[in-house]
């Protein structure tokens, strides 16, 4: 267990320091905390753009990263040989795979709380459809830009990662501007408490995507892996249509099988649900949960058995 947890933490730290990391998440921030300023002339429509942008955003930006970085450290070590360094030490394969499954998913669950955050504040900057919060709005941007100087700061007096710090200052500031919002600011005419639960359900499926990564990596490079977990994406997204019903659906054992076997990412997507300010169920969120559950723990068995039977360099050890 020891093992598997320091393995867990330097590979989130190795993955935050990515610079990839830092370009996803300074991309996402920037395109969330514009969209009420580039929706704001988009008549009784404005606060369903932004919450639609910026979920689809927190969404798209948090699969991408997972799969980047779970391909680039995993990959990249199994490719190099210096997996082999800790397998000479008494880890097994499991506490390898397990713990790089953890590290990965922790630094994705860091990515989606950030960009999450920042949806919070971005629904606070979108008063009406004429208008915005210009305050909360230049706040939020500065709060970027100052995560950046930090970043920059703690590279240049200390040769620390740049990127690495720059995630700790915008998780910090993002969080704190939330908090500010929800306490201090005027609530939106959204429900706050159903943003909340569609937010929510985005972070099962960011980690199911990350656990399919790693599991992935096991076995492939960074392009091959891309491209997989690209495919069972746009498979989960019209996986009802495919495999469960509609016209043309494919029926049989193969298809209730497939149906089972890939994601269903339309289960965590509640942006519609807001759009209609359709109360989103307790009940449904703890069912989501629980599905992405199942498949995180198969996900993490798959990925290790994947790995047990891996030749790492020429190395025969299981």
């Not at 759009?275 to 996900?299: E, M």
Request: hydrophobic residues 55%; glycine residues 6%.
């Amino acid at each position: 267990m020891l093992h598997t947890y320091r393995i867990a933490v330097n590979s989130f730290r190795e993955a935050i320091r990515e610079p990839v990391y830092f370009l996803m998440l300074a991309g996402a921030l920037l395109l969330i905390t514009h969209y009420p300023w580039i929706t704001i002339f988009v008549f009784f429509e404005q606060l369903k753009l932004v919450v639609d942008g910026a979920m689809a955003t927190t969404m798209l930006f948090s699969l991408a990263m997972s799969v980047l970085c779970a391909s680039s450290t995993v990959s990249r070590e199994i490719s190099s040989g210096t997996v082999l360094l800790l397998l000479s030490k008494p880890i097994s394969r499991w506490s390898f795979v397990f713990g790089k499954i953890a590290g990965i998913s922790a630094a994705a669950l860091l990515f989606w709380l950030v960009c999450a955050s920042a949806s919070v504040v971005a629904v606070y900057v979108a008063v009406d459809q004429f208008r915005m919060n210009f305050v909360l709005y230049g706040i939020s941007a500065g709060m970027i830009v100052l995560a950046c100087v930090s970043g920059g700061v703690m590279n240049f007096l200390r040769g620390s990662s740049f990127s690495e710090y720059f995630t700790y200052a915008a998780t910090v500031l993002m969080l704190g501007m939330m908090i500010y919002c929800i306490k201090f600011q005027p609530h939106p005419e959204l429900s706050l408490e159903n943003l909340g639960k569609a937010l929510i359900l985005l972070a099962p499926a960011i980690l199911i995507m990350a656990v399919l990564a790693v599991g992935c990596s096991t076995r492939m490079d960074v392009i091959p892996v891309l491209c997989t977990c690209t495919v069972l994406f746009f498979l989960g997204l019209v996986s009802s249509y495919l495999f469960r019903g509609g016209q043309g659906a494919i029926w049989g054992p193969v298809a209730a099988f497939c149906y089972a076997l890939i994601p269903n990412w339309q289960y965590f997507w509640m942006a519609d649900a807001l759009a209609v300010n359709r109360i989103i169920p307790d009940s449904y969120v703890w069912w989501c949960l629980a599905y992405a559950s199942i498949y995180t723990i198969v996900g993490a068995v798959w990925a290790a058995y994947l790995f047990l039977n891996r030749e790492a360099v020429g190395d025969n050890r299981n």
